[in-house]
């Protein structure tokens, strides 16, 4: 249950950094949403691994809109080459 609730949240994570990104971006919503679902799980295992969430718990909705913003500059910048 708990990695159905983090893409869950990753899904709204990634639809809310699109709008927080530059809009010169061509990229789908389907295909920023999943860019969300990766970057909620990334704060998640990163959060685990440095000890501020136990096992079990997710990053919640602010780490996981973090780190969807910061998944989806890596891809603009990654793109852009």
Do not use: C, E, N
Not at 70 to 77: F, I, S
């Amino acid at each position: 249950m708990h990695l159905i609730w983090t893409i869950l949240i990753g899904l709204v994570a990634g639809v809310i950094a699109k709008f927080m990104t530059p809009r010169g971006d061509r990229r789908s919503l389907l295909a920023t949403a999943a860019l969300g679902v990766g970057g909620s799980l990334a704060a998640t295992l990163i959060g685990q691994a440095v000890g501020l969430y136990t096992s079990g718990q997710s990053a919640g909705f602010i780490g996981a809109v973090v780190g969807a913003v910061l998944l989806l500059g890596a891809y603009q910048v990654a793109a852009k080459r």
